[in-house]
């Protein structure tokens, strides 16, 4: 479903090598032309709105697989590839990256880096950040460089793989990237359970929290959002089970025990479903806050936003569709008097320009990712306005 | 010593917070790498953020050098001040502040000693995951400036992957919060750039640290073998099946004699050429069947013995040899050069022997105990110090060593940190450019070089002995040109 590109550019480039990128790099700097650096395209709604970029440099070339040593528990795959095809290849021998981005199918490993993407196995394996070892990359003045390696472990230097992971393509564009890999769970199981109110669903977790089960993933959906997804109308939870046989069957049984309204889940697609973002709707909003925090935060998005929300409860994570600005504003409030923050992970580029896309509050940060973005890309030509 | 700027320093922090006798100075004349002495010139020991603040302020003011100093129990001389200057002993920030379960995290002062933490949380049924084998002394701020690992980082990951925010002072006495309780960021993830940033980039004041809940099973066992090479061929079996251990973890001959000599005596069979431990955790089910597995590939390497921990003080001696090994092979010799280079794990079998052969061409006895499972090793090699020959052929071997490993794939450092000790073997993986990029990221956090110079970065032949820190020229293509300090 990838959507007519959702930005401005006077022209596209393809290169083929990372000589002919740096190349296009340099020249874009010396004329101080601005890129955008892209996979798929599948995220280029994300960030701020820009009227218009140069050039749009589209990675999908670079989709090559470097290495893979399947003993090693180690691939490095050029950034165009897609994560879903690696993942395939990856599957042969029962191993993965651990997770579940957005969009995977359309997705390139790089545009996943790049933003950091995740879905809701962030919980149990963490970020995509975490898998990545080593990168390849070409910086706004044309300097080639790499960070990592290709080892599983490794303090050599900065780990500079954990600065450009999320950093949209302003650093530095990614040509190639090193991942550590997990064997593959023997079993896996979704199972799901209903209750009448948010502040059930939020004991519940705390309660799974404070046991020895070991979920990989934790979904919510709200009533609307649960029929959407052709379930009952009920305050839903999915709880992703990944363990070997025995271990995924143990924590099914503790589930039934416990849960109201427990079932299993019917059947995987279900999984990818609530993973999608629902298009239906113009504007998505993601708000991140401690996880205690989540029943009152999730108070005030009932009163304002659209009824069909999705949350991640183990992470903190909600996400929820607004109708106006002024809602945004207010919540982004509560959010960050929470300790958390709200961005508008999509909206239509008129909307953009009315509001502050990302939220950030903390000043001091900002001034160092600024400072870092103009030692990389002296010249501001990478992406230039998505992020700040 | 200027009698001003130790005025000044004891009216920040306090009469008796300021060291300043020469003396009292040998006690910070090096780290855990006791290969290379400098004393510095004071020792201050703050309490707060703000008087941290305070004293990076004068010191830059005055062009001191400074850094932060927590256990001393650095492995790469992290902690060496290499110009003298001023080292802030954190010693006094050692409270945990706050214990916030709901959120699964605890807020600490950074000289907080890494076991504290867990013990802390422990009868909540939590824990602190990354455990160096010095938790019961290095502490927090050391442990983020290294990244510190442990046996358990195979299943559970570094300290990076265990922070989720820092309060930090940067060059000019900036007081900067860096993430916090929310597990997501906006824009760069400056909280995983600092960690591992060798404390070159400003000090820690304070961290807020993720908690893991304690794992419903554990079960441990020991291996012996009569050959490294079928130990190490078991480590990439169980690798190879899928599996992945909580810890796997390996003992030579040499270091096996070292701790049964010592009073951490752990019951190690003593006539093995290697032993492995290997734990499982997590939960109960389908745990006994993961074992038989794991116990079938020891047989089939030909395991001459095979032991399983009953019960949790077995599990604890088990455990005791290995977290007390480095301790135990003091008794061996002198001194001890932990070199901590990683090899893709897969090599293990074939460059194992090399290493040995390579000691022992020049000489030197070699034990070795190390985190097989991630293919990070540890050979310890023994040396008396007070013999500068013997000196000479172990830094020979040690970089010929560096060299079998980064030419096999692997790193130069897998956990103790490149510090002052490996910066001369970095351009060994890093090329001029990635190293120039490094040296801009460094800039923006620490502009004047003067926290922690002289680590990490190779030394420029141009500033050669000098030590003082050094302006690098970096131009842009419009001919501008930008000055960056690399130390
Ligand atoms: C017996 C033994 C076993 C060990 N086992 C392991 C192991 O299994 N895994 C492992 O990773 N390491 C191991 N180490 C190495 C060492 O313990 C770790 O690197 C540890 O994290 C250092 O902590 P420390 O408090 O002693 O730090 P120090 O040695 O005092 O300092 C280390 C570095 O941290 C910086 N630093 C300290 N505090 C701060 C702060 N507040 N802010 C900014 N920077 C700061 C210092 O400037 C220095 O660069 C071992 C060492 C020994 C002696």
């Given amino acids: 479903m990838v959507q007519t590109i959702p930005i401005r550019v006077k022209e596209v480039r393809e290169p083929r090598s990372v000589q002919e990128l740096q190349d296009l790099v340099r020249a874009a700097c010396a004329d101080r032309r601005t890129l955008v650096p892209t ?219 416990w849960l109201p309204g427990f079932d299993l889940a019917p059947g995987d697609d279900l999984w990818e479903r609530c993973m999608e973002r629902d298009e239906r709707f113009p504007v998505t909003l993601r708000a991140s806050v401690p996880v205690k925090e989540l029943a009152a935060l999730y108070a005030e998005l009932e009163q304002i936003a659209e009824s069909e929300i999705v949350s991640h409860p183990g992470t903190g994570r909600i996400y929820a569709h607004a109708p106006a600005l002024p809602e945004v504003r207010e919540l982004r409030g509560a959010a960050q008097r929470m300790g958390g923050s709200l961005m508008v992970e999509r909206a239509p580029e008129g909307w953009k320009r009315n509001v502050d896309v990302w939220g950030f509050s903390n000043a001091a940060e900002l001034e160092l990712m600024r400072t870092l973005k103009a030692r990389l890309d002296p010249h501001h030509i990478l992406n230039p306005g998505r992020l700040f | 010593m200027d009698r001003q700027l130790i005025r000044q320093l004891k009216q920040i922090v306090g009469e008796r917070y300021v060291l300043s006798d020469p003396a009292e100075m040998y006690v910070y004349e090096c780290d855990g790498l006791t290969l290379h002495r400098k004393p510095p010139s004071l020792v201050v020991l703050p309490e707060t953020a703000q008087q941290i603040s305070e004293i990076v302020q004068l010191a830059e003011g005055r062009s001191i050098a400074y850094l932060a100093r927590g256990a001393g129990t650095g492995l790469s001389g992290g902690a060496l001040a290499v110009q003298g200057g001023l080292i802030l002993q954190m010693s006094r920030m050692n409270r945990i502040l706050e214990i916030d379960l709901d959120n699964r995290c605890v807020t600490v002062e950074p000289c907080v000693v890494n076991l504290d933490v867990s013990k802390a949380v422990l009868p909540h049924g939590f824990y602190f995951a990354p455990d160096p084998s010095s938790q019961m002394a290095s502490t927090i701020g050391g442990n983020i400036a290294e990244n510190s690992g442990g046996p358990h980082t195979l299943k559970y990951g570094t300290t990076v992957n265990h922070v989720l925010g820092l309060d930090v002072v940067l060059s000019g006495g900036r007081i900067v919060q860096l993430g916090g309780k929310s597990s997501d960021r906006l824009g760069y993830d400056l909280v995983g750039l600092f960690v591992g940033s060798e404390g070159t980039f400003g000090i820690v004041t304070k961290a807020i640290l993720r908690l893991s809940p304690i794992p419903q099973k554990v079960k441990t066992f020991l291996a012996a073998y009569s050959s490294v090479r079928e130990a190490s061929q078991t480590v990439s079996d169980i690798i190879g099946a899928g599996i992945v251990p909580a810890a796997l973890e390996m003992l030579d001959r040499l270091t096996i004699q070292a701790v049964e000599d010592s009073v951490y005596a752990a019951g190690y069979p003593r006539d093995a050429e290697a032993v492995l431990l290997v734990e499982l955790d997590g939960l109960e089910a389908g745990m006994e069947r993961l074992a038989e597995r794991i116990v079938a590939l020891c047989r089939q390497n030909a395991a001459t013995e095979i032991r399983i921990a009953r019960s949790n003080e077995e599990r604890e001696k088990l455990w005791a040899g290995r977290k007390k090994a480095f301790g135990a092979m003091g008794r061996l010799m002198p001194g001890l050069y932990v070199q901590d280079a990683v090899i893709p794990r897969s090599s293990l079998p074939e460059l ?85 990029i490094m040296g801009r990221v460094k800039s923006v956090f620490n502009p004047t070089g003067l926290c922690n110079p002289q680590k990490i970065f190779p030394t420029s032949k141009s500033c050669g002995e000098s030590g003082i820190p050094y302006k690098i020229q970096y131009k842009t293509l419009d001919g501008k040109t930008e000055e960056i300090f690399r130390i």
């Avoid at chain 1, 896996?188 to 046991?211: C, D, K, M, Q």
């Fill in chain 1, 39 to 257: 996979g798929q395209g599948t995220k280029l709604h994300w960030g701020n709105a820009v009227p218009e970029f140069d050039l749009l440099v589209k990675m999908t070339a670079f989709d090559a697989v470097v290495e893979y040593h399947p003993a090693d528990l180690t691939v490095t795959v050029q950034a165009g590839a897609r994560f879903s095809e690696v993942q395939e290849l990856l599957k042969e021998n029962g191993q993965w990256i651990p997770a579940d981005p957005p969009y995977s199918h359309q997705a390139t490993v790089g545009g996943v880096v790049a933003c950091n993407s995740d879905g809701p196995l962030r919980f149990g394996y963490g970020p995509v950040r975490d898998s990545v070892i080593g990168m390849r990359l070409v910086h706004g003045d044309g300097t080639v460089s790499k960070a990592g390696g290709k080892v599983v472990k490794n303090v050599a230097g900065y780990d500079l793989c954990k600065l450009y992971a999320g950093s949209f393509g302003t650093l530095g564009i990614l040509t190639e990237i090193s991942f550590k890999l997990r064997p593959l769970p023997e079993a896996t199981e979704t199972v799901l359970a209903t209750f009448g109110s948010f502040p059930e669903v939020y004991e519940a977790v705390s309660r799974i929290l404070r046991s020895p089960l070991l979920p990989v993933a934790l979904v919510h959906l709200s009533p609307e959002a649960a029929l959407s997804r052709g379930l009952q109308q009920a305050h839903t939870l999915l709880v992703r089970l990944a363990e070997t046989a025995e271990g995924v069957a143990w924590q099914r049984e503790a589930l039934r025990a």
């Fill in chain 2, 352 to 436: 194992m022997p090399k290493i040995n052969a390579i000691a022992a061409g020049h000489g030197i006895a070699v034990a070795n105990v190390f985190h097989a499972g991630d293919g990070n090793l540890h050979p310890n090699l023994l040396y008396d110090g007070q013999d500068p020959e013997q000196i000479q052929r172990v830094l020979q071997a040690v970089e010929e060593i560096m060299k079998l490993c980064v030419d096999a794939g692997g790193s130069i450092t897998g956990e103790h940190g490149v510090g002052f000790e490996k910066k001369d073997f970095m351009p060994m993986i890093f090329s001029p450019e990635d190293l120039d």
